[in-house]
């Protein structure tokens, strides 16, 4: 015989307390003055009898579906190839399943750039909005400043604009550091693997600008020759490295900006008959767990995605509650971590 389902009428009974007083606290529906000690009540008896809440009336109670977005700017290929995103993901769940919200992950199609992010919010698909601005157009900057200007709940994973809320990571940190490394070991030919291409997003132009500019502070000429782009994946990073064994003068280190490209750079170092580190050094950035494991051990720059996407998460979780927020914008550290991909150290 089924299980009977528990009704919020059999929880209004059991709490002593009416159907809409259920509703309002399990439904969190702001402006209703309901006591703590009721609202304890309230949450503790639906959990004694395992009740679970309609969908359907609880976005009706709260006006608004029980989404929150994480809209990513890239395709969903690219997208789906990087690991940062489900790191991401990973730290927002940690906050967001305990609220009994949904996750709604979208992507921004170039045809719908600024749109997209009016249609979620104005057409109550979510309730707040998680951006990753791999790169941002004019008309997406545009549709989030006003968004934020009507008190919409918004914060992006990395900081766009003084007015939005932020969590970042000051990425340029982890470079240098990895930089300073590889030329503390004595490499002067240092290349790098980017992930787009030099005029579409915001995170590989800082980061190649960081790299230049480490160049500039040790006295390194800049070559552009030195510069290859990947698309995310092995593949790319693989494809990046053949271009840089076939030039005339071959880096002796190479620092990709994420941990897959690496996989696939130290691949073809190693099908040309060369070896890492002892014929070129390679840096990865990220700190996936899968870099422990390669052969030899990839060097990576450990950035702290998991908590960058929780604490996005509770940030964007008290803008919606109406919680005073500690800070406006809030930057992490990453570290460099050295294995053996890098310790090679130059005569």
């Known amino acids: 015989m089924a299980k009977k389902r528990v009704t919020s009428k059999m929880v209004a009974e059991k709490a002593g307390v009416s159907q809409t007083t259920v509703s309002f606290v399990l439904n969190k529906v702001k402006g209703q003055n309901i006591s703590p000690e009721t609202t304890d009540r309230v949450i503790k008896a639906a959990h004694d009898l395992g009740y679970v809440p309609d969908v359907a009336a609880r976005m009706l109670a709260r006006g608004v579906s029980d989404n929150v977005a994480l809209v990513l700017t890239r395709s969903h290929d690219a997208v789906l190839s990087d690991d940062y995103v489900s790191h991401i993901l990973t730290g927002i769940a940690k906050v967001f399943r305990k609220e009994a919200y949904r996750i709604l992950v979208e992507f921004v199609d170039e045809n719908m750039q600024g749109r997209t992010y009016l249609k979620l919010a104005h057409g109550k698909e979510a309730f707040g909005l998680l951006v990753i601005p791999y790169s941002l157009s004019h008309q997406d900057l545009k549709a989030l400043r006003s968004l934020t200007a009507e008190e919409f709940p918004i914060v992006t994973l990395g900081k766009i604009h003084d007015e939005i809320h932020s969590v970042s990571i000051r990425d340029h940190v982890g470079i240098l550091e990895a930089l300073n490394h590889l030329h503390d070991m004595g490499h002067r030919a240092i290349a790098t693997i980017s992930y787009a291409p030099h005029d579409s997003a915001l ?121 005073p927020t500690e800070f406006q914008h809030v930057e992490l550290d990453p570290k460099l971590v050295i294995r053996d991909s890098c310790g090679y150290r130059m005569n």
């Open 203 to 323: 995170v590989p132009m800082r980061r190649l600008k960081t790299y230049r500019q480490f160049l500039d502070s040790v006295g390194i000429a800049y070559r552009n020759d030195y510069v290859q782009y990947g698309a995310f994946d092995a593949e790319s990073g693989y494809q990046a490295m053949n271009r840089l064994l076939s030039l005339d003068a071959v880096p002796t280190a190479v620092m990709a900006l994420n941990d897959v490209m690496a996989f696939g750079a130290m691949t073809a170092i190693r099908e040309s008959g060369l070896r890492a580190p002892e014929d070129i050094a390679v840096v990865g950035y990220d700190g996936i767990r899968l870099a422990r494991y390669t052969a030899p051990s990839l060097t990576t720059v450990s950035a702290p995605d998991v908590e960058q996407g929780e604490l996005a998460a509770k940030m964007l979780l008290d803008i919606i509650e109406q919680k």
